[in-house]
C-alpha cells in the first residue's frame, strides 16, 4: 500500500499558485477597509446624532437657566461686588443651587460623545489611509 501511494504521489505534479500570496494579502486588506468603513459610519452616525441633540439640549438648558433664578444671580454678582466679597460662601451655595443639573449633565454628556466620536472617526479614516498605501506594497 505505500508503495503504491508512494507512486501515485510521484505521478502527480503539484504546481503551487503563485499569486495565491497576493491574493490572500488583497483580501485582507479588502475586510479591513471594509471594517474600517463599518467603523467610520458608526462613528459618523453618533457624532452627528450626539450634535443635532446637544442643539435641542442646550435649548433646553438655557431655558432651564433662565426659569432657576440663575440669571438673577449672575447679574447680582457683577452689580454689587460688596456683598459678593462679604457673603461669597453664600452666594456659592445658592448660585450652585440654582444650577439645572441634569440639564448641564445631559449637555456636557452630548458634548463628550460628539468629540469621543470625531477622534475615533478621524483615526478610521488615518487607518483607511495607511491601509490603502499597504494595499501597493506586495508581501514577500
Given at each position: 500500500?505505500?508503495?503504491e501511494l508512494?507512486?501515485?504521489?510521484?505521478?502527480?505534479?503539484?504546481?503551487?499558485?503563485?499569486?495565491?500570496?497576493?491574493?490572500?494579502?488583497?483580501?485582507?486588506?479588502?475586510?479591513?477597509?471594509?471594517?474600517?468603513?463599518?467603523?467610520?459610519?458608526?462613528?459618523?452616525?453618533?457624532?452627528?446624532?450626539?450634535?443635532?441633540?446637544?442643539?435641542?439640549?442646550?435649548?433646553?438648558?438655557l431655558s432651564?437657566?433662565?426659569?432657576?433664578?440663575?440669571?438673577?444671580?449672575?447679574?447680582?454678582?457683577?452689580?454689587?461686588?460688596?456683598?459678593?466679597?462679604?457673603?461669597?460662601?453664600?452666594?456659592?451655595?445658592?448660585?450652585?443651587?440654582?444650577?439645572?443639573?441634569?440639564?448641564?449633565?445631559?449637555?456636557?454628556?452630548?458634548?463628550?460623545?460628539?468629540?469621543?466620536?470625531?477622534?475615533?472617526?478621524?483615526?478610521?479614516?488615518?487607518?483607511?489611509?495607511?491601509?490603502?498605501?499597504?494595499?501597493?506594497?506586495?508581501?514577500?
Amino acid at each position: 500500500m505505500n508503495k503504491e501511494l508512494a507512486k501515485a504521489f510521484k505521478k502527480t505534479c503539484y504546481m503551487a499558485n503563485e499569486d495565491l500570496p497576493l491574493v490572500v494579502w488583497k483580501r485582507i486588506i479588502k475586510q479591513k477597509k471594509h471594517a474600517l468603513k463599518v467603523k467610520l459610519g458608526i462613528f459618523s452616525f453618533l457624532g452627528t446624532t450626539s450634535l443635532v441633540g446637544f442643539i435641542f439640549m442646550f435649548k433646553t438648558l438655557l431655558s432651564d437657566l433662565s426659569q432657576s433664578g440663575f440669571y438673577q444671580y449672575l447679574s447680582m454678582a457683577f452689580s454689587n461686588k460688596d456683598i459678593l466679597v462679604t457673603y461669597w460662601k453664600e452666594f456659592a451655595f445658592s448660585i450652585t443651587e440654582s444650577l439645572p443639573m441634569a440639564s448641564t449633565l445631559y449637555s456636557l454628556t452630548l458634548i463628550f460623545i460628539f468629540f469621543l466620536c470625531l477622534r475615533y472617526a478621524m483615526k478610521q479614516i488615518i487607518k483607511g489611509q495607511l491601509t490603502s498605501s499597504f494595499l501597493q506594497a506586495r508581501p514577500v
